[in-house]
């Protein structure tokens, strides 16, 4: 039985007979009939008297601007650990041998078309002069590091 | 705002906190025009009807809202969690030495004004103002439930999550704080008082 919400509605002329067979088992006539009237008394109390307050404007500004500030907190943040962010041994490594490729093929990526003697270049290793493909291959140009070694150790 | 943005007043309280996580001022503004003046009235009669403390009070609580949105738990009852994060303030303070000296200062006038006689006569005034009393001067956790329940009309459910009691401890001390009030005013006739 759901005491509150009897003594909350019910005054005690208005129980059931099995309302009130239950209700004389925990309390007297007496008692819950002016429990009944101090429940009333009481909502109707703080119904009458709910304080009519304003929330002081400012206050949402003040939360607002604060709110700014942990956004930018934010950006901030994740900057900063990006850039704490440890670089991984594989970009370190991946990164040495773009440095030593780039050295070693002199800059040059492009194989030169075939025939072309005015460059001053040795087909060392294209023979076909009919490749016209712009594939990537070593470079073996007399200023290359390679050739010259290669031409050192003939 | 934009023709793009959600439509605020539509949105759940608790999808508002979800966008508040994400610093959206416009969700804030919803939130906070939602439960601004209620928190305001509870903060206001938890703290013997100080308003600059309960002002106070209410703008330290939605600084809490606004930091700890991203630990809501959307799955949880907003208005559950911002009542208990209001308790958890009124306990604080009612454990800090500040409180307490405000409490010693503001005893005389701690019931608030007084009802005024014109309202419905000097037995209604009486009656209202000796309430008044009585509830300003019940222990912490009985004014508590009192205010939960009368005032915020809040179930007895809810405020046992709120209070972090059992419903059976919450009814109980419900009941023991009608007893209060009804033994102390028994001078009063309710009947011809409300």
């Known amino acids: ?21 239950a209700m004389e088992a925990e309390m007297s006539p007496e008692d819950y009939d002016s429990l009944h009237e101090t429940w009333q008394a009481t909502q109707k109390y703080f ?4 304080p009519k307050l304003e929330a002081n404007p400012q206050i949402r500004q003040q939360i607002r601007a604060h709110m700014r500030e942990l956004e930018n907190e934010d950006l901030g943040a994740k900057v900063r650990r990006l850039l704490a962010r440890r670089v991984p041994a594989y970009q370190a490594v991946a990164a040495a041998l773009a440095l ?25 290793a294209d023979t076909t002069h009919q490749d016209t493909s712009h594939r990537v291959g070593y470079n073996l140009y007399e200023d290359s590091a390679l050739s010259k070694f290669m031409i050192e150790a003939l | 705002m934009g023709f793009f ?31 601004a003046n209620r928190m305001l009235r509870y903060f206001y009669r938890m ?59 503001a005893e005389p006038g701690m019931e608030g004004p007084t009802v005024a006689a014109d309202e419905g006569g000097v037995d209604k005034a009486l ?5 008044k009393q009585e509830i300003a001067q019940m222990s912490e956790s009985h004014r508590e439930v009192l205010i939960l329940r009368f005032q915020e009309e809040l179930p007895i459910k809810e405020i046992s999550e709120i209070v972090g009691c059992s419903e059976g401890t919450v009814k109980s001390r419900l009941f023991y704080a ?17």
């Open chain 1, 1 to 21: 039985m759901d005491w509150e919400k009897i003594i909350q509605e019910k005054p005690l002329s208005a129980l059931s007979p099995e309302e009130r067979l």
């Open chain 1, 47 to 50: 119904r009458a008297t709910a």
């Open chain 1, 100 to 124: 030593m490729a780039m050295v070693h093929f002199g800059g040059n990526l492009i194989k030169p078309q075939g025939g072309s003697f005015d460059q001053q270049s040795g087909f060392i």
């Open chain 2, 5 to 35: 943005q959600p439509k605020y007043q539509q949105c759940s309280d608790e999808s508002l906190m979800e966008m508040i996580a994400r610093r959206d001022e416009w969700a804030f503004d919803e939130l906070y025009r939602r439960y």
């Open chain 2, 47 to 105: 703290l013997w009807q100080d308003e600059e403390k309960a002002q106070d009070f209410l703008q330290d609580l939605f600084l809490k809202v606004v930091e700890k949105a991203s630990d809501f738990d959307p799955g949880r009852r907003f208005a559950t969690w911002i009542y208990t994060l209001a308790a958890n303030m009124c306990k604080n303070a009612y454990r800090s030495q500040q409180v307490r000296s405000i409490m010693v200062r």
């Open chain 2, 127 to 131: 009656f209202q103002n000796g309430l």
């Open chain 2, 178 to 194: 009608l007893k209060k009030l009804n033994g102390r005013l028994k001078a009063f006739d309710p009947k011809n008082n409300y």
